[in-house]
């Protein structure tokens, strides 16, 4: 802003005494002082305010001018409520140095003038940086020219004082600001996304904010493909797949410029997300010619010939034929009618990315600057999504499974933002394969993955995951078992002992579950439960009593071990 606009100002109170042919200096922020050298805290262009509690005599007025004159600032406003009228002196020290002078009615607190300043210098920058936002969206429409979304996110910070990140739905970060400290932690990013999707499943109006410990953050939706709040027909086809803009500030009184130019940056967003989508149109398709040759029973060597062209798309630069991990997703809503292929081959890619990116999968080496999703290609068919995973070659026998995806990991991370996008009514179910080593392997490998998926959906809670460690064991059997079947199954062992434990407190249950897990060794299951020998053949003896069972049978072992993991 220009000075002559603050003399214009009527509500400041300013009389100008001095500097008339300045008028036109531009103001770039506002500073009060009543040190007598504040030289160190100015950078240049700013509004000085000042009460005169330096001056003690007359010739104190010159070096204190010289001083703002040398720093570059644009003018001096002195208050009266102290000395009353401003004095000779220093206006004489201006008039030597060129320094517009302003006089600050005792009435007008220096607040009242910082506000405004404040307020007005901002909007120009928001104005500024919107100019900035609208070019890079119109130079990313055609490719990353304009340096991508961190660059605005860096001149948020340096020019409006406001950090801020892109995040996927899961947390991933996406963008943001390259200065020092600006970086954010993991797990905080998983949470600043759980509560954006439990927003936008609530309906709450953009943007929804939050305060996590002490400090609060606006959440600003980042929509592909430029749609607007209303062009999904319901909110859950891509509420697990949108990005997120989250800034570290209170948007809720924010002017409309301000809010204006963040959604601005929310779609420059959307146009590296859009970007991303089209550059992941040719794996789609590979894992999708893939998964029709595999599901067709098409020949192993035409499989395999589909494979390396695959391989170098995925892992540029690598010398050997990879292994290949697969796996399996479905997205289910309560009610008919919603694509949860679509929506399960989108969050699939974004679950993929989170752990190949942490646990080293694919292999970062192998693909210099790649981002980890552009090692994953996944299909969807029906409601299913399918991912080939591929994991470099490992000489020697090692199949590449320690160094793949593992079930019990993947979704860890990702948990409670799924479960808040999922709001109750969504399940989340996710299979792993063992790692392959060619593509006679594949078929199996599919199957295993979409078993190990039922055995996770066989499991409560909205978001699990099973892997094929699980499938070489009595788990296999279990999720097929008709649930009234399981039901009658359990109660006719365990309600006995349920209700004599909730009778007596007598841990017969923990004390069978600690029996059966020490392989039915009276010294070591005693010594767990930290009880005497004789207590303990006690409590078997009374759980053979209620329940006519004989713990020294395998049959009758095996029959409690199944209730309690049906339970």
């Known amino acids: 802003m220009r000075l002559r606009a603050l003399l214009d100002t009527d509500a400041l109170g300013l009389r100008l005494l001095g500097g008339e042919d300045e008028l036109d200096r531009t103001v770039r922020g506002v500073m009060t002082t009543d040190l007598r050298d504040p030289s160190r805290y100015l950078s240049g262009g700013e509004l000085v305010l000042t009460g005169l509690a330096w001056r003690r005599d007359a010739a104190d007025s010159e070096p204190f001018v010289r001083i703002l004159a040398h720093a570059g600032v644009a ?135 939050v305060t996590l410990g002490a400090q609060t953050y606006s959440l600003f939706p980042v929509r592909a493909g430029g749609r607007g709040p209303q062009a999904a027909r319901d909110v859950r086809e891509t509420v697990l797949s949108d990005w997120l803009l989250a800034v570290e500030a209170d948007a809720g009184d924010w002017p409309e410029e301000r809010l204006d130019l963040l959604h601005g940056v929310a779609q420059l967003i959307a146009v590296e997300r859009d970007r991303r989508d089209a550059a992941r149109t040719v794996r789609r398709r590979l894992a999708q010619e893939v998964l029709e040759l595999v599901q067709t029973g098409a020949a192993p060597a035409e499989i395999a010939a589909r494979l390396r062209v695959a391989a170098p798309v995925l892992l540029p630069g690598l010398g050997a034929a990879p292994h290949w991990q697969v796996v399996v997703a479905r997205v289910e809503w309560d009610g008919a009618g919603l694509d949860g292929g679509t929506a399960a081959q989108a969050l699939l890619e974004e679950v993929l990315a989170d752990a190949t990116g942490a646990t080293g999968a694919g292999g970062p080496a192998s693909s210099p600057g790649a981002e980890p999703a552009d090692r994953i290609a ?99 059997l279990l999720p097929f078992v008709p649930d009234d079947v399981r039901r009658a199954f359990t109660a006719r062992l365990l309600d006995p002992l349920r209700d004599y434990d909730r009778r007596h407190r007598a841990e017969l249950i923990p004390t069978l579950e600690a029996f059966l897990d020490c392989d039915g060794s009276w010294t070591r299951c005693a010594t767990r439960l930290h009880l005497h020998v004789n207590t303990l053949r006690y409590r078997v003896g009374r759980i053979e009593q209620l329940t006519g069972r004989d713990l020294s049978r395998l049959e009758d072992k095996l029959d409690f071990f199944l209730a309690l993991r049906m339970s």
């Open 378 to 476: 996944v299909a969807h068919t029906g409601e299913e999504a399918v991912a080939l995973v591929p994991l470099p070659a490992v000489a020697g026998e090692h199949d590449g499974s320690e160094t793949g995806v593992q079930a019990d990991a993947l979704l860890a991370a990702v948990r409670d933002p799924l479960a808040a996008g999922l709001d109750g009514d969504g399940r989340v179910t996710v299979g792993v394969s063992a790692a392959v080593l060619s593509a006679e392997g594949l078929r199996g490998a599919l199957e295993e993955a979409r078993h190990a998926r039922r055995v996770a959906a066989a499991r409560p809670g909205p978001v699990c995951a099973a892997g094929h460690q699980e499938l070489a064991s009595h788990v296999l």
């Open 75 to 209: 003018a001096l406003a002195a208050g009266e409520a102290e000395l009353g009228d401003v004095p000779d002196d220093l206006v004489a020290a201006c008039v030597k140095h060129r320094l517009p002078l302003f006089a600050v009615h005792e009435s007008v607190a220096f607040a009242t003038i910082t506000e405004h300043v404040v307020r007005q210098v901002s909007g120009e920058r928001a104005g500024d940086l919107a100019a900035v936002v609208d070019r890079h969206r119109r130079m990313m429409t055609s490719g990353p020219a304009g340096g991508g979304p961190d660059v605005v996110l860096d001149l948020l910070g340096s020019d409006l004082d406001l950090r801020a990140w892109g995040l996927s739905p899961t947390g991933r970060l996406i963008a943001g600001p390259k200065a020092a400290g600006a970086t954010l932690p993991a797990d905080l990013g998983a949470a600043l996304a759980a509560e954006h999707l439990a927003a936008v499943r609530a309906g709450r109006r953009a943007p929804s904010r």
